[in-house]
């Protein structure tokens, strides 16, 4: 099925199917989401999937789901990962491994040990030790 649409300006009229606008509009929602993360800023602890579907005033259920087939991830794995990798750049500039875990949004410091290791397959606290010792090593 189409939609007819009228272009700005002018009475002519053109057809673009409708799963080609859906998926314009579905990308576009997708970037909003993610400048959404980024100005609401996602170090803040407070920041979950529920006020991130405020944010974008929409349901937190069509957030997940548009978010997850658009990018093949979960938004809050998207979010647990960025987090991630702003502590591992706190951990890489020498900040402790509590200062770097709290800094970069996580508010259960034993949720994020159990999250980290899951991820890298080391503790925060091994992995700053790898991080040491490669600057060592010539």
Known sequence: STRQFKRPGGTRKDELPCHQETENRRSRFVEDVHTTIYKANYTDPHLTVAQLAKYTYTSREHLSRVFKEYTLESIHGYLTNLRMQHCRNELADGTGVLDAC????F??????????RALYGITPAEYRA??????RTP
Not at 102 to 105: F, H, I, Q, Y
Not at 130 to 135: C, D, E, G, V, W
Request: no cysteine.
């Open 102 to 105: 709290t800094a970069s949004g």
């Open 107 to 116: 508010a259960n410091y034993s949720s994020f040990l159990k999250s980290f």
């Open 130 to 135: 790898q991080l040491r010792q490669s600057r």
